[in-house]
């Protein structure tokens, strides 16, 4: 989480506290809460990231929903296609309306999630970029197919 922080920090200006730590709220909860889901990303046995998932929305509007609330791979595998992997198998393993938001500062993550949401999806997804009073980004919404 902190590595994720860190990375994070250039697009929220957030600073560590006085520990030399960044603070994640309600992290523990993620094993406690049922509408909270944590997935590992594992690499030939090696962590390589994490998906944080809950059912906090702010496009989507049925009541069995997903939201990405945080995905973090570490960039040494980046490239190799891992984040693409992991995002698909995370949307396979809930069966719900799926939410997606990016801030409109983090470039990277645009590109990213678009990519993987128009393959996941074959262009059935709706794109969201009105502007919300407490979010300043966009977002995606679409529903899980059987496989």
Known sequence: MELYLYDFSEYLDSD????????????????VEQSRHPFFIK????????VLVNSS?????????CSISQFFVMKKYRKANVG???????????DCEWEVRILNTNKPALSFWHKVICEYTKGEYTFHSNALPDWDGVGYTFTTKEK
Not at 84 to 94: E, G, P, R, T
Request: glycine share 6%; with cysteine; net charge neutral.
């Open 16 to 31: 560590v506290d006085e520990h030399g730590f960044f603070k994640y709220p309600k992290l523990d909860s993620y094993w």
């Open 43 to 50: 690499v030939d046995g090696h962590f390589a990231g994490f």
């Open 57 to 65: 929305c702010k496009y989507a509007s049925n009541k069995n929903t």
């Open 84 to 94: 693409n992997f992991a995002a698909k198998h995370v949307f396979d393993l809930l």
